[in-house]
T-cell receptor, first 114, second 110 residues
């Protein structure tokens, strides 16, 4: 099993460009989530999904869209990139509820917005 | 959102026991407390999880007092490879969202 796979690993964008960060898991997990990690601020939840077709907002959802058409994939879209979105983005999945099941994280996408 | 706070950093020597505390005053009633370890350029990795009292696995112990407003991760006999950032994760009872702690950077010296 590959676990949680994130692509790309690195990306540089110009302000105003759009892009999709990909996340795929092969563990048949129902729960998936996206976090951003900024220096000195730990990880903050952007959006999450409790199953195909179901998504909800986390702590910092503005500027990001998500969809969940399959159990395996949970892409994160930046509609119009801004320098404040420069960060490391992590995708995670878990078998059951986020609060009582371990989350499995990908290795991150490092995104720079110029 | 209520803060989940941890000491910024800790230093230790190989072979010592390390205790890292997380303060979570606003923890959701039914949520577990989970701890993760993160190395540079990697995603967080699950260490241990518990609801109350004490939990132990092959790498760590987790101590949770009766009021559940804090928790302590205990790493017995640390080695150089335990140098990493450690995060607690709890649910906030007001927002029903999961909140990561601020993270503790552990440096282990030989």
């Amino acid at each position: 099993n590959a676990g949680v796979t994130q692509t790309p690993k690195f990306q540089v964008l110009k302000t105003g460009q759009s892009m999709t960060l990909q996340c795929a898991q092969d563990m048949n997990h129902e729960y998936m989530s996206w976090y951003r990690q900024d220096p000195g601020m730990g990880l903050r939840l952007i959006h999450y999904s409790v199953g195909a077709g179901i998504t909800d907002q986390g702590e910092v959802p503005n500027g990001y869209n998500v969809s969940r058409s399959t159990t395996e994939d949970f892409p994160l879209r930046l509609l119009s990139a801004a320098p404040s979105q420069t960060s490391v983005y992590f995708c995670a999945s878990s078998y059951g509820g986020f609060s009582n099941q371990p989350q499995h994280f990908g290795d991150g996408t490092r995104l720079s917005i110029l | 959102l209520a803060k989940t706070t941890q000491p910024i950093s800790m230093d230790s020597y190989e072979g010592q026991e390390v205790n890292i505390t997380c303060s979570h005053n606003n923890i959701a009633t039914n949520d577990y407390i989970t701890w993760y370890q993160q190395f540079p350029s990697q995603g967080p990795r699950f260490i241990i999880q518990g609801y109350k009292t004490k939990v132990t696995n092959e790498v760590a112990s987790l101590f949770i007092p009766a009021d559940r407003k804090s928790s302590t991760l205990s790493l017995p006999r640390v080695s150089l490879s335990d140098t990493a950032v450690y995060y607690c994760l709890v649910g906030d009872k007001n927002t029903d969202k999961l909140i990561f702690g601020t993270g503790t950077r552990l440096q282990v010296f030989p």
